[in-house]
């Protein structure tokens, strides 16, 4: 693959998934009481719903920045956060929507709609995207790091 190419797709998807997470955690800072409540619908730690709901939105607003604006280093541990905050939105999704619970899927906030097998198949879509983001930014074999 070309380097223009690759430069090309690797801000694409940069742009795409730092643009999503920063909107999505701008949304649910908007309501943070409601998200607690989507939080909680999902049964998996109740007791834990204020406390996400105060941290994840601004988590997301953070690492979806920093993949769009922060220099190179920054921003491949942007896109493993980002890998980190997919996968567990991937779990709780899958969870709830296994176990048969009829929620709102509270990622854009009080927008989202009912999880369903869409839902599933979005999150582990956009894992795949921050997977394809970190291979096209690997550094290159025998390449210097900068110290």
Do not use: D, H, K, M
């Given at each position: 693959m070309s380097s223009t190419l690759r430069t090309a797709l690797s801000a694409t998807l940069r742009l795409g998934l730092g643009g999503l997470l920063a909107v999505a955690g701008v949304l649910k800072l908007r309501d943070p009481a409601g998200f607690a409540v989507e939080?909680?619908?999902?049964?998996?730690?109740?007791?834990?719903?204020?406390?996400?709901?105060?941290?994840?939105?601004?988590?997301?607003?953070?690492?979806?920045?920093?993949?769009v604006l922060l220099p190179q280093g920054?921003?491949?541990?942007?896109?493993?956060?980002?890998?980190?905050?997919?996968?567990?939105?991937?779990?709780?999704?899958?969870?709830?929507?296994?176990?048969?619970?009829?929620?709102?899927?509270?990622c854009f906030g009080a927008v989202g709609d009912a999880i369903s097998w869409l839902t599933v198949g979005r999150n582990l879509g956009l894992l795949a995207a921050v997977g394809a983001l970190l291979a096209l930014d690997a550094p290159a074999r025998g390449a210097r790091q900068p110290s």
């Open positions: 939080i909680g619908n999902y049964q998996l730690f109740s007791a834990l719903a204020p406390y996400f709901a105060a941290a994840l939105p601004a988590t997301e607003v953070v690492v979806g920045l920093g993949l920054w921003r491949r541990a942007a896109a493993i956060s980002a890998g980190f905050l997919l996968l567990f939105f991937a779990i709780a999704v899958s969870s709830a929507y296994l176990r048969g619970i009829n929620i709102a899927c509270g």
